[in-house]
């Protein structure tokens, strides 16, 4: 129990669809992040939010749309997505420019 | 363009023996170094970390080797356990910095 709670762990969607993934800390921390991880491949960060504001965007497709209502929430809507978007989502928190960041479990997406 | 990179996708150890793991990094600008540990089904987690100052950190059976001029820096594992088989990942950041650049990461498999 990382204090990085993810949902839904598995998520399996048509390319019209449009669902959201949720990722919630319980640490108290002032960042969250998104990262996507393919195979094989390094983590690569999405975005970044820090006291609620969003200081990343890693030149994220717009089918992506992050949302962070409080600094504990963090949410990554996704619409129209392509299967070559199937990865692992993680999400993940921090205190301040730490570097060590706290990881929750993920939520492995495929996209039909 | 990938500015840390872990050039072994896999490493096999005997239980008992020491694990070497490697990373290099191309950015100058990183001062910080993380190496992250991962099961399958989980997010990963904090294993240890070092500053640009220093250029050995050590931690338990852990152990991390900072050569900046040669900008590589090494994790080993010693005695490496049967629990120590996981992805490894090699992580840097700039100071004042909430991106972290991950390697792809290096399977460890430890035969019993």
């Known amino acids: 129990e990382t204090g990085v709670t993810q949902t839904p762990r598995h998520l399996v969607m048509g390319m019209t669809n449009k669902k959201s993934l949720k990722c919630e800390q319980h640490l108290g921390h002032n960042a969250m992040y998104w990262y996507k991880q393919s195979a094989k491949k390094p983590l690569e960060l999405m975005f970044v939010?820090?006291?609620?504001?969003?200081?990343e965007n890693n030149s994220v497709p717009s089918r992506f749309s992050p949302e962070c209502p409080n600094s504990s929430h963090l949410f990554l809507h996704l619409h129209t997505l392509q299967p070559e978007d199937s990865a692992l989502y993680l999400c993940?928190?921090?205190?301040?420019?730490?570097?060590?960041?706290?990881f929750g479990e993920g939520s492995r997406l495929t996209v039909l | 363009d990938q500015q840390v990179k872990q050039n072994s996708p896999s490493l096999s150890v005997q239980e008992g023996r020491i694990s070497i793991l490697n990373c290099d990094y191309t950015n100058s600008m990183f001062d910080y170094f993380l190496w992250y540990k991962k099961y399958p089904a989980e997010g990963p987690t904090f294993l240890i970390s070092?500053?640009?100052?220093?250029d050995k950190n050590e931690d338990g059976r852990f152990t991390v080797f900072l050569n900046k001029s040669a900008k590589h820096l090494s994790l080993h594992i010693v005695p490496s356990q049967p629990g120590d088989s996981a992805v490894y990942f090699c992580a840097a950041s700039g100071s004042n910095d909430y991106k972290l650049s991950f390697g792809a990461g290096t399977t460890v498999t430890v035969r019993a």
């Open positions: 993940a928190s921090s205190q301040d420019n730490t570097g060590e960041l706290f």
């Open positions: 070092i500053s640009s100052i220093k």
């Open positions: 939010y820090n006291f609620k504001e969003q200081t």
